[in-house]
């Protein structure tokens, strides 16, 4: 049976009357996984409130052609009588909450159903089970972690009883560990209770493999629609190459060697696939590839940030960082990575002087970093918030740049000159009279990073560069860094992401319960993952198919950690 | 550290049902208005002090960390009536230009510090024992508030923690710009205005992904809701309340009889 199905469905906005979604036409059956991918703009966020019926019954708009789920008309049906059967989840958890307590949060929607109360009662212990937070009725909502907030968002949700699940970007403000509670939970309320999921998501590569089908949308039309594995063979390229999408890295391997010229058997969607539809390649091509080494990353300037056991304790006498000590070189594209609470951001906010260690001494450039005031030191480093909005203070986006260098005393011509150059440096010029909150978020992050950049700073520290952004998007921000790193800035990535990390760092430090448990070169990091105490990084795909490989093929690769880097590799045995 | 959020925990004070409680606070305000001797005022401030160490169980840590800020305005306030008070015929001790330093200044400036201090805390004391589900469900129950209207007063109190954090993310991101870091009055104006804009923007984002949220939950569908939660009764609480609105009563007229409004 269709829970889903839409007819020439269309909808256009309220008072603009801008049409988002256009002549949509597809039916997803009880029991499916689907995952809807598309650059932004291209009307997920909008689809999702259509088949909940917040647009256009709660937020206005109008709609033409046929909408139904489970049956029920989505134009037609009130918002409360279609929540029985279709519920949705957003990115921000702490944005959909209304209560302070687990249990209420959880009873809230049969409450506003007027259910008995024994019902009421038994759907929130049911719903609490379904999700794995049992026991947690009790705990107040804002001291639980990322990942369980969304499992609660999720089981208040699920206590409304419906058949199908909507979920936006669910994971998108998550850590590993988080991401990874949330597709578990994902796939066994799928598997094992027959939910019926429409997931919308950015970087699939984990969960690709468990969908049944792959909506691809852009410009708010329907642009493909079928299994994973065919639309992302026939779509994949322009998905990366004109939409700008992240595409799984296991993905852009097949098309790396049908570019080469020899195609894989199958197209894979996994590691293990790509180890059984490896390509039999010339023997000279598989001896190179099997004895390149990636290249060296280490790089041996002088030391410019050094710690030397910092020990930092919060007012109610949490100790946030213990004991940590580490050097940083000159010129070096830093990752820090860990958990949500592992104390990674606090270790970061003291390289500004936010904080100031309790214990042991910050150097920058050998001097004490706790002599200086925030100040003096933001001449030195820089520091990109991962909300560019929280790092605005003007009404444009020239005086936003202009505006440290004018605190400083820069006026007149020479400070135009150098607003102009910055915005050109991050290409943003031809914007300069915007308001800032009207860019896109792309382009917020390139402004936000200018507004350090003008300063020259030695170090710059960047709180998740790729949260929010599409494959491009990054793709310029980190080209934007590599080119800073050339001219001699240090650059520090506080992040999540296993790949930037695995394709741009030159040293990683890992943080764990307050205490720096890996400080080295990426490869090292991913290589040993399992003896390191961090539950919070994702191992790289491309490291897994070089695993697959040699279990499966006998095929022995050296530990690449990205596709561009067999690509590389693959490049320099071609000039040879 | 959040301030002004609901604090778990099982004191005298969390146990008291909300609407007395309220009653209470406004007990407390009636009382310090009417209140013009300074000692008397010290007094009820102390009270209330004892009230949110004891009856309240706060720790002394966190009280006074709440209580600094009322004591910043209140010296503001202080120094403001101590300075530009009438001296109403009493004794003037320092007088210069503009400035007038008497004794009711002082007692005008002592009396207004201590109720800013006094209400102040003992708003600090309401916020950090009531837990908000249960004052919502005193509103619809006790004082039959519609509830998407008590909903709304519920939310609101959702927020403040989440606003201070975002309040203080803002700061952290505006200091390394190096905005912000001047002292001076006009310096919090402008420190006002910057975090107006990114509070006001992100709070209506997040204002509106809550309402899609709670109407995605069937929120007013109906005029009523199942109330699944029962709250046990406090005689004791309801019993403290009115023995705070008979001090209040008591006092008023003692104020009145020793002024001479009422003659015995």
Known sequence: ?576 | MQRFSFRPGDSFLHRTDPVSKFAWLMAIAFLGYVITDPVHQLALTLVIVACALWLARLSSRYFFAGFSIFLYFSLLLFTLQLLFAPAEGTQVYFHWGIFTISEASVRFAFNLGLRVITVGSSALVFLTTTEPARLLTSLMTTLRVPYRFAYAFYASLRYIPVFENEARNILNAHAVRGAGLDEGLFARFRLIRRLTVPLLVSGLRRAKGAAIAMEGRAFGAYPTKTISVDYPAFPAGVIFALLWWLAFVVYFFWVLRTTGFIRT
């Open chain 1, 1 to 576: 049976m269709a829970y889903i199905e839409l007819n020439r469905f269309s909808y256009w906005a309220p008072e603009t009357e801008t049409q988002l979604l256009y002549d949509l036409d597809f039916e997803i059956e009880a029991g499916e996984f689907v995952i809807v991918l598309g650059p932004s703009g291209a009307g997920k966020s909008t689809l999702a409130l259509c088949l909940t019926g917040i647009y256009p019954t709660v937020l206005g708009g109008r709609t033409a052609g046929h909408g139904r789920v489970v049956g029920l008309d989505v134009s037609q049906t009130t918002v409360p009588q279609l929540s029985t059967h279709i519920g949705l989840i957003f990115q921000d958890p702490d944005s959909q909450f209304c209560n302070l307590f687990v249990d209420e949060e959880v009873a809230f929607g049969p409450e506003n159903l007027r259910l008995p109360r024994e019902e009421v009662g038994a759907r929130a212990s049911a719903a609490l089970r379904q999700v794995g937070l049992e026991g947690f009725q009790r705990r107040m909502i804002n001291t639980l972690s990322g990942g369980q907030k969304q499992r609660v968002a999720i089981a208040s949700v699920l206590a409304m009883g419906p058949e199908v699940l909507v979920l936006d970007q669910p994971t998108a403000n998550l850590d590993p560990v988080g991401k990874n509670e949330i597709y578990d939970l994902l796939y066994r309320l799928n598997r094992e209770q027959g939910k019926t999921i429409v997931l919308i998501e950015h970087q699939v590569d984990e969960l690709i493999q468990f969908a049944s089908r792959l909506l691809l949308m852009g410009g708010g039309r329907l642009l493909a629609n079928g299994a994973p594995r065919e639309v992302l063979a026939a779509w994949g390229r322009r998905m990366e190459k004109e939409m700008g999408l992240w595409l799984p890295e296991v993905a852009r391997l097949a098309f790396l060697a049908q570019d080469a010229g020899f195609p894989m058997a199958a197209f894979p969607l996994s590691a293990d696939e790509v180890a059984l539809a490896w390509p039999t390649l010339p023997a000279p091509m598989s001896a190179a590839l099997a004895t390149a080494r990636p290249p060296k990353r280490g790089h041996a300037g002088p030391f410019l940030l050094q710690g030397d056991h910092v020990t930092y304790c919060y007012a109610d006498g949490f100790e946030a960082v213990r004991d940590v000590s580490f050097n940083v070189n000159t010129g070096d594209l830093v990752g820090l990575m860990g958990e949500n609470g592992s104390g990674k951001t606090t270790l970061s906010l003291h390289f500004v002087g936010l904080l100031r260690p309790k214990g042991g001494r910050l150097l920058l450039g050998g001097e004490s970093i706790a002599s200086r005031g925030v100040k003096s030191l933001a001449a030195d480093v820089g520091y990109v918030f991962q909300y560019p909005e929280h790092q605005f203070v003007a009404d444009t986006v020239a005086d936003e740049v202009a505006y440290t260098p004018r605190l400083e005393g820069k006026q007149g011509e020479a400070l135009s000159r150098l607003v102009q150059s910055t915005l050109a440096e991050v290409g943003l010029q031809g914007l300069e009279n915007r308001h800032p909150y009207t860019l896109s978020m792309g382009e917020k992050r390139r402004l936000s990073i200018a507004t350090m950049l003008v300063r020259r700073p030695k170090l710059l520290i960047l709180d998740e560069p790729s949260a929010g952004l599409d494959f491009r998007n990054t793709e310029r921000i980190m080209t934007l860094l590599l080119a800073l790193r050339e001219q001699g800035t240090t650059i520090m990535l506080v992040t999540h992401t296993t790949y930037l990390v695995a394709r741009y760092a030159s040293q990683v430090l890992v943080m764990d319960h307050s205490e720096l448990v890996f400080d080295g070169l990426p490869q090292d990091l991913f290589i040993n993952l399992g003896r390191i105490r961090t539950k919070a990084i994702d191992r790289p795909e491309m490291l897994k198919v070089v695993e697959a490989l040699r279990a499966r093929q006998g095929v022995v690769l050296p530990p690449y950690l990205t596709v561009d880097e067999l690509a590389l590799s693959l490049n320099s045995q071609e000039r040879s």
